[in-house]
């Protein structure tokens, strides 16, 4: 349902705009900019947070998965590791029926079991050390389950005696189970039973013995190192694992694999041709091996988790809410959600086709079997991986949606323009500030006759906002912020901050810029906490594009009944070029600065307009609340890159728009707005 303006009042944003009134002058750069982000990642990259960071720990619960019996209570779940005074605002439980939460202070609640059955407790904590980055959530798992089915874990981990007895034995009860774990002549043991029962493996080592399970219906929590383990059923809600030092085999059709956050697997192959595999990496796991067609949801607390997909795993689905380093010898499809950054994909062969679908923070990069990686944006939408028969640079290159072949398909193409490489390090200097810092003379530009440095500028959205750097008394660019704060890291490192650095030069009267990449957690990893990156600069054309912009908004869609919609159209009888032979526009992207997501530019010739659309997020009414504030606090929202072809060149030209472009209360139309940018080639 489409809504006029008098009756929503306020329509939603999206395409076009222009950058911060205030930095009106530094526009040109602005735009020029973006052209370069064909070629760079759409968000800053993450990388999995390095054993050498100084104070690594973060605030934690003291468990993330607890189980309790039905009427147990008094259990403390409290917070560790709670160096910046964190303290328990408000505790939520998803099913009240299953488990109570009670007794809060500052740092510490009490669960209590009520009835069988899975909840999760969320905390929401504050503290006050910060002015920002001072909320965030918690949640620990809980399962409740009989009193009949549990056996508690040890404080000591007790080896059962030994008895002499059978080399094989089968089990299907607890007590059968322990009398079996203290047979020393035995060598094989099989839990097989259809009953719903809950089995608790003992802590010990069991080295000799192979084990093998094959109990549908029940739950098993194993403290105990085999020899091997093989998983042939499992009732689908858990199999937990406590131990260190396993090697499981899982040839379940349906699983959900728990590791402990105290235990580690060394590697966990599944076997099953389509099966429906959930594991949960609290802990970690050395190594997960994918020898089937299955579906695989891997999900937990881990830093990282080593995935295989090996030859006979073809048309995997893979689902990632974990940092997983993938190594493919097959064609598979990935969806990453957040939680997923920094993730990784390798593929061996040259034939290999993958689909991904990025719902992270941050790019995904894939490194194809010729030594290219292609970098696929966080835009959460599927995009092809293919082999690359070309050379080049093998940066990312979708087609129309960045700078690309024009079809869609993944080309690498021969760079004549130059490209800019610049060292920078961090200097955490106090508790709350830390800076950023460039030297002149780490600026190197290679492809020029006698590159001058023109102009240096910093975004921490993509280009959405430009600021200058301050300059010390050596000459040095400088960045200041409370991001690299010594006791900012954490967060730092969490969500995966950074700066976009925009660099002007000017060589021989041609003016040149582009985007210089800087995740900090790549700095303060890195020795002597300092980084080089690297660039692609594009060349300012003496052709402009001039457009209107115009933004409807409404709700009822029927990929989300209760959502809204938000659609930026151009349309094609506004579109006006200054310069060029035959110049004609092939595609663009429109980044929105409030849900950190890419959106693409579709032709719709049927409707004689370009059009992007943000959609299922928020309700219609979430969504007017949100252009109401913006239009008060004159920000931008979103940041949008248009590419153009003419005469076999291509050009890219950008600009940022807030919500007072198309919304203030002097507009005569509202949710329109025209704009003039400058091209630059790429290409």
Not at 114 to 127: C, D, F, I, P, Y
Not at 254 to 265: C, E, F
Not at 352 to 360: G, V
Request: with cysteine.
């Amino acid at each position: 349902m489409q809504r006029p303006w008098n009756e929503i009042r306020f329509t939603v944003f999206y395409e076009g705009g222009d950058m911060k009134l205030k930095k009106m002058k530094q526009a040109a750069a602005v735009l020029l900019s973006a052209a370069m982000a064909f070629s760079m990642p759409a968000a800053v990259q993450v990388t999995a947070v390095s054993a050498s960071v100084k104070n690594p720990k973060y605030v934690k619960l003291n468990t993330a998965f607890k189980t309790l019996k039905e009427g147990q209570s008094n259990y403390k779940l409290y917070l560790t590791n709670n160096k910046a005074g964190w303290k328990i605002q408000k505790v939520t439980v998803s099913d009240k029926s299953v488990a109570g939460a009670y007794g809060k202070k500052a740092a510490s609640i009490r669960l209590k079991g009520k009835k069988e059955g899975n909840a999760t407790v969320t905390l929401k904590l504050k503290t006050n050390k910060r002015k920002k980055n001072n909320v965030k959530k918690l949640k620990c798992r809980v399962r409740v389950v009989p009193v009949t089915a549990v056996q508690e874990k040890p404080e000591v981990p007790v080896q059962p005696p030994v008895t002499p007895g059978e080399a094989s034995m089968e089990v299907s009860s607890q007590a059968k189970l322990e009398e079996a774990l203290a047979n020393a002549s035995l060598k094989t043991l099989s839990i097989k039973t259809a009953d719903a029962v809950k089995l608790v493996i003992p802590a010990g080592s069991y080295s000799g013995v192979a084990l093998t399970v094959d109990a549908p219906n029940a739950e098993i929590e194993n403290h105990g190192v085999f020899q091997s383990i093989k998983i042939l059923a499992i009732r689908e809600n858990t199999w937990l694992e406590e131990a260190i030092g396993n090697n499981l085999q899982v040839a379940a059709a349906s699983a959900r694999i728990v590791v402990g956050k105290d235990a580690r697997a060394e590697k966990i192959d599944f076997m099953e041709k389509g099966a429906d595999i959930k594991l949960e990496v609290h802990g970690a796991v050395s190594s997960v091996a994918v020898s089937a067609t299955m579906k695989i949801e891997i999900s937990g607390e881990a830093v990282s988790v080593p995935v295989i997909l090996t030859a006979n795993a073809a048309g995997t689905e893979v689902i990632a809410t974990v940092p997983i380093q993938v190594t493919t010898d097959v064609d598979a499809s990935f969806v990453f959600g957040k939680g997923a950054e920094g993730s990784k994909i390798k593929a061996t062969l040259r034939s290999i086709k993958l689909t991904l679908t990025n719902n992270t923070l941050q790019p995904i990069p894939v490194e194809k079997a010729d030594g290219t990686t292609q970098n696929v944006p966080n835009t959460g939408r599927p995009y092809s991986v293919t082999p690359t028969t070309g050379s080049g640079s093998g940066t990312y290159n979708p087609g129309t949606y960045y700078p690309g072949s024009g079809s869609g398909s993944d080309s690498t193409v021969k760079r004549t323009l130059p490209t800019v490489s610049v060292r920078a390090s961090v200097r955490p200097d106090t508790a709350t500030r830390g800076a950023l810092i460039i030297d002149k003379k780490d600026i190197v530009v290679s492809g020029c006759v006698s590159p001058v440095i023109k102009n240096l500028q910093w975004s921490g959205h993509r280009g959405a906002y430009m600021y200058a750097f301050e300059t010390d008394s050596a000459g040095r660019y400088v960045y200041n912020t409370d991001s690299l704060g010594l006791d900012n890291l954490e967060e730092t490192m969490e969500w995966g901050r950074g700066v976009w650095v925009l660099v002007t030069i000017e060589d021989q009267g041609s003016e040149y810029a582009g985007w210089v990449i800087m995740p900090f957690s790549e700095m303060i990893t890195a020795a002597n906490k300092e980084k080089t990156f690297k660039g692609n600069l594009a060349k300012k054309s003496s052709m402009t594009l001039s457009f209107r912009s115009e933004v409807i908004s409404g709700s009822a869609i029927a990929a989300a009944p209760d959502k809204g919609w938000i659609r930026t159209v151009i349309p094609y009888e506004s579109v006006q070029f200054q310069g060029g032979s035959s110049p004609r526009i092939t595609g663009g992207t429109a980044y929105d600065v409030e849900s950190n997501m890419t959106f693409k530019l579709v032709n719709e010739t049927s409707e004689s307009r370009w059009m992007a659309e943000k959609n299922g997020r928020e309700t219609f009414d979430k969504l007017m609340e949100q252009v109401q504030a913006g239009i008060s606090r004159n920000e931008c929202f979103q940041f949008v890159t248009i590419q153009v072809t003419d005469n076999g060149k291509k050009y890219a030209g950008t600009v940022s728009a807030a919500y007072r472009d198309y919304f203030a209360a002097d507009k005569a139309e509202k949710g329109k707005c025209s704009f003039t940018i400058p091209l630059y080639e790429y290409e």
